[in-house]
């Protein structure tokens, strides 16, 4: 129903990314065209494509762009350049889990094809060798197949996230008040309808009447400017607060339910996401609101113990001087910019996943949902 594509790859193996630039939205529809790798990690760097599922289909096409040029070369340039893209690209962002789990895929795929040069001494003999050169593009359209793959699984997790979080709170009132944290829409996902937003759409579809509150999410107002634009194209009654008046719009009983999306998952159900869902949770737990979490079973790092252990982006000191080009700090400034926090696993009340809800949030109730 979008009339607007998050991430799409244009043409065949020799094609490249394009991406909608979140940083013009709402007020423009600008597509960017990715045609190195530098112009992926530039892209995800500066948000033109952002949000945790999102990143993770951008870095995978990434990989595709990154080995376009040693597809006519020897074995060894082909296994270079794929090592080169991942280690590359896999310093992008480094909160959202689904980047390096997206690029660890594509490298083991191209792991498990083998390079010629590893095979035997011939493939190195010549800098073009045919058999190479069958063999690389080989290489090239099954590592195309894959990030294809990770788009289209990354679309039913998030058909089916909103499924199950739709069931979840189907016993909403009508006209309950959600409110919501950051953008978790289509613009987090390849092609799906996002996380969080995602189970919102779906209790739409099914004829609930909702009031959503969104917060504008200081300092790059991913509330304000996608998620507002999001809600308001789909029809869904939406309002904006500020991010400081979460508490008093709680306080006045406006507010039913929160859920936002995740970027990182701990073993134990600590949740990473956007700076100030700690804030969120916390109220709500004061209000007696239940908090939610909707995230596909791929932004969970089971390899992380707790949340104190997920890396916490830290970006540039401007996005918090200036608004938009505006400077409203003091010249020379100290700034402290966290782009994440990490709510801790009791003050979630339920996490919706693609394979069911998991509540209360415990390790041993997420190993099992998973594994
Ligand atoms: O810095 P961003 O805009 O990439 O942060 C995005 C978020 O924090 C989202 O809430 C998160 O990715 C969850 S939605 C998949």
Same mark, same amino acid.
């Given at each position: 129903m979008d009339a607007y594509s998050t991430i799409r790859w244009s043409g065949d193996v020799d094609g490249h990314l394009v991406l909608? @630039?979140? &940083?013009?939205?709402p007020t423009e529809i600008v597509y960017v065209e990715c045609r190195s790798v530098s112009d992926v990690d530039q892209s995800i760097r500066r948000l033109v494509v952002r949000g945790a599922p999102a990143i993770g289909v951008a870095a995978a096409y990434g990989v595709c762009i990154g080995i376009q040029e040693a597809t006519g070369l020897n074995a060894e340039a082909m296994r270079l350049a794929i090592n080169v893209t991942c280690d590359f690209l896999e310093?992008?962002?480094?909160?959202?889990?689904n980047l390096s789990a997206a690029i660890n895929r594509m490298q083991s795929v191209a792991d498990q094809l083998g390079f010629p040069a590893l095979l035997g001494?011939? %493939? #190195?003999?010549?800098?073009? @060798?045919s058999h190479n050169v069958t063999h690389n593009i080989k290489v090239a359209r099954r590592l195309l197949a894959e990030a294809r793959a990770i788009d289209s699984e990354d679309r039913e997790m998030c058909a089916a996230m909103a499924r199950h979080g739709a069931d979840l709170l189907a016993?909403?009132? @009508?006209?309950a008040g959600i409110l919501t944290h950051c953008n978790a829409g289509a613009l987090v996902s390849g092609s799906g309808d996002g996380t969080a937003l995602a189970v919102i759409f779906e209790l739409a579809r099914r004829g609930k009447r909702l009031h959503v509150l969104a917060d504008? &999410?200081?300092? /790059?107002?991913q509330g304000a400017r996608l998620t507002m634009w999001e809600l308001m194209q789909r029809g869904i009654e939406c309002t904006l607060i500020c991010d400081s008046a979460a508490a008093q719009v709680m306080r006045e009983g406006r507010i039913q339910a929160v859920i936002t999306g995740a970027d990182r998952i701990a073993a134990n159900g600590d949740t990473a996401n956007k700076i100030g869902t700690y804030s969120v949770a916390t109220l709500a737990r004061a209000h007696g609101i239940p908090f939610y979490v909707a995230a596909p079973t791929? #932004?969970? @790092? /089971?390899?992380?113990?707790?949340? %104190?252990k997920i890396p916490i982006e830290e970006r540039a000191s401007e996005e918090i001087t200036n608004i938009v080009d505006h400077?409203? %700090?003091?010249?020379?400034a100290r700034v402290y910019n966290p782009a994440f926090d990490v709510t801790p696993a009791?003050?979630?009340t339920a996490i919706i996943t693609d394979r069911g809800c998991i509540s209360p949030v415990a390790e041993s109730a997420i190993r099992d949902r998973l594994t």
């Open positions: 909608l @630039d979140q &940083t013009r939205l310093g992008s962002r480094p909160t959202a889990v001494p011939r %493939a #190195t003999s010549s800098k073009f @060798d016993n909403l009132p @009508d006209g504008e &999410t200081r300092p /790059l107002m791929t #932004t969970f @790092d /089971l390899s992380i113990a707790e949340g %104190a400077q409203v %700090a003091p010249h020379g009791a003050l979630i």
